[in-house]
């Protein structure tokens, strides 16, 4: 099993940029594709972005196009996300997760394709 911790989460204010890190252990993330999601309170868990194992190609959520980056590290394996250009709406618990159930090149953002999921990181954007 692969093992997800998440950090970089904190405040900041709108238009400000944060960069959240998802360190794997217990297996290389070579073998997974993997994405984040983010939880606002009182709605549900939503997709925010993905990537390839090979980090060859990604996929956001509209609403985060060109304002987030997903990227992965694999020998240093971490996956990231930078985001810039911040909005309150942007307030959520993120989560990174990983899955070996799709094909080499193919990515999802569907939360129920992920079978591990870190314990989440807090972002708060102030307006």
């Known amino acids: 099993q692969v093992q997800l911790v998440e950090s970089g989460g904190g405040l900041v204010q709108a238009g400000g940029s944060l960069r959240l890190s998802c360190a794997a252990s217990?297996?290389?993330?070579?073998?997974?594709?993997m994405g984040w999601f983010r939880q606002a309170p009182g709605k549900e868990r939503e997709f925010a972005a993905a990537?390839?194992?090979?980090?060859?190609?990604?996929y956001y959520k509209d609403s985060v196009k060109g304002r987030f980056t997903i990227s992965r590290d694999n020998a240093k394996n971490t996956m990231y996300l930078q985001m810039n250009s911040l909005k309150p709406e942007d307030t959520a618990v993120y989560y990174c997760?990983?899955?070996?159930?799709?094909?080499?090149?193919?990515?999802?953002?569907?939360?129920?394709?992920?079978?591990?999921w870190g314990q989440g990181t807090q972002v708060t954007v102030s307006s």
């Open positions: 990537i390839t194992r090979n980090g060859g190609r990604t």
């Open positions: 997760a990983a899955t070996n159930r799709v094909q080499y090149l193919s990515l999802t953002s569907d939360s129920t394709d992920y079978d591990y």
């Open positions: 217990g297996r290389t993330i070579n073998n997974y594709a």
